[in-house]
């Protein structure tokens, strides 16, 4: 059974950093994507940074590249998104996702979710 557990959400002021962990089991590292993606109430969830264990550069959605730095442990299965210099525009519940194959940020190419964790910036 695929698992995906998001955590380290929480409430940081403008400027400040968190780090969000997905911890995984049941798929290997090697032949998956697993994608961080965030969403705020009344809009689409939207694809931020993805990794891929079949390999290729990091993907990161334009509006965190260079603060944002996606990585993965993969003795520990678990995937990182260290958020630095955060704005409130990043205030949303941030999701991790995992399937097969290639990184996308379309929604719909990732069967496995992880429960959200809240992400608050304050002004």
């Known amino acids: 059974e695929v698992q995906l557990q998001a955590s380290g959400g929480g409430l940081v002021q403008t400027g400040g950093s968190l780090r969000l962990s997905c911890v995984t089991s049941g798929f290997s590292f090697d032949d998956s994507a697993i994608a961080w993606f965030r969403q705020v109430p009344g809009k689409e969830r939207e694809g931020i940074s993805c990794v891929s264990g079949t390999g290729g550069a990091p993907w990161y959605e334009d509006s965190v590249k260079g603060r944002f730095t996606i990585s993965s442990d993969n003795g520990e299965n678990t995937v990182y998104l260290q958020m630095n210099g955060l704005e409130p525009e990043d205030t949303a519940v941030y999701y991790c996702?995992?399937?097969?194959?290639?990184?996308?940020?379309?929604?719909?190419?990732?069967?496995?979710w992880g429960k959200g964790t809240q992400v608050t910036v304050s002004s």
């Open positions: 996702a995992a399937d097969l194959g290639r990184c996308s940020f379309l929604r719909s190419a990732y069967r496995f």
